[in-house]
């Protein structure tokens, strides 16, 4: 694939740390939910850094929106997020990914676990089933660690109001809302086993986020019979180069 040159046109923030940008990518032909693009900036001096960072949006003509969580000591997130601005070039390549992506044609139920950033291409997915008219049910249960760490929190309520067959349950880590029935705490096997489709269903299970999380949420789907075949992983940190 080649590097094409996308344009800034508004960056909106999500939470203190998480931004969505929203580029214009003339001659964009589309892209399944679940799929990343590259990006990739270059210094005056010729050095180079590539991150890979999840497509947040449904397939919208030459709209590309990337909801990227700056790290304080990232190479490349806090760039993107503070010192980009509306009309400024970037450099992507992209589409990527044929197997963590979700499309309307399926009908089978849909479990979706995320962790932290790990929302955005499952996000995509929630979106893409919305602009689709698709009625295959959908649950989403996203761990974060405060109320205050929730990306897309207004979308994912009126979302959750509004479109029959999604539900969204959350899972705080640190900090709970007042009155949260359930302390704060990782997802484990009983928070699984209220919240998410039961292996006699088989849904397809998408789950994203850092590494750790990601291994021990398929670890417990499988544990609660889920199938290994209908569990797609995508996972990030250090490793994965997205800061």
């Given at each position: 694939?080649?590097?094409?040159?996308?344009?800034?046109?508004?960056?909106?923030?999500?939470?203190?740390t998480?931004?969505?940008?929203?580029?214009d990518?003339?001659?964009?032909?589309?892209?399944?939910?679940?799929?990343?693009?590259?990006?990739?900036?270059?210094?005056?001096d010729?050095?180079?850094?590539?991150?890979?960072?999840?497509?947040?949006?449904?397939?919208?003509?030459?709209?590309?929106?990337?909801?990227?969580?700056?790290?304080?000591?990232?190479?490349?997130?806090?760039?993107?997020?503070?010192?980009?601005?509306?009309?400024?070039?970037?450099?992507?390549?992209g589409?990527?990914?044929?197997?963590?992506i979700?499309r309307?044609?399926?009908?089978?139920p849909?479990?979706?676990?995320?962790?932290?950033?790990?929302?955005?291409?499952?996000?995509?997915?929630?979106?893409?089933?919305?602009?689709?008219?698709?009625?295959?049910?959908?649950?989403?249960l996203?761990?974060?660690?405060?109320?205050?760490?929730?990306?897309?929190?207004?979308?994912?309520?009126?979302?959750?109001?509004?479109?029959?067959?999604?539900?969204?349950?959350?899972?705080?880590?640190?900090?709970?809302?007042?009155?949260?029935?359930?302390?704060?705490?990782?997802?484990?096997?009983?928070?699984?086993?209220?919240?998410?489709?039961?292996?006699?269903?088989?849904?397809?299970?998408?789950?994203?986020?850092?590494?750790?999380?990601?291994?021990?949420?398929?670890?417990?789907?499988?544990?609660?019979?889920?199938?290994?075949d209908?569990?797609?992983?995508?996972?990030?940190?250090?490793?994965?180069?997205g800061?």
């Open positions: 694939m080649s590097w094409r040159v996308a344009t800034l046109v508004e960056r909106n923030r999500e939470t203190a998480a931004h969505t940008l929203v580029l990518v003339p001659d964009w032909a589309g892209h399944d939910a679940g799929q990343h693009v590259d990006v990739r900036l270059t210094a005056p010729g050095y180079s850094a590539v991150r890979s960072y999840s497509i947040a949006n449904a397939a919208q003509g030459n709209r590309l929106e990337l909801t990227i969580e700056e790290l304080a000591d990232g190479e490349v997130s806090p760039y993107l997020s503070e010192e980009l601005t509306p009309g400024d070039p970037v450099e992507i390549r589409p990527i990914g044929g197997w963590f979700w309307p044609a399926q009908t089978e849909v479990q979706l676990i995320a962790g932290g950033s790990g929302i955005v291409p499952l996000m995509a997915m929630i979106r893409q089933r919305a602009s689709s008219g698709s009625a295959a049910v959908f649950r989403l996203y761990s974060v660690r405060s109320p205050q760490s929730i990306i897309y929190e207004n979308e994912l309520a009126q979302r959750a109001r509004n479109e029959a067959g999604l539900g969204v349950m959350f899972a705080y880590t640190r900090s709970a809302p007042e009155g949260w029935p359930r302390a704060p705490q990782r997802i484990d096997a009983a928070l699984l086993g209220e919240t998410a489709f039961a292996a006699t269903i088989q849904p397809s299970c998408y789950v994203c986020g850092p590494t750790p999380f990601v291994e021990a949420a398929a670890n417990l789907l499988i544990a609660a019979g889920h199938d290994a209908r569990i797609k992983t995508e996972r990030f940190g250090p490793s994965a180069g800061s």
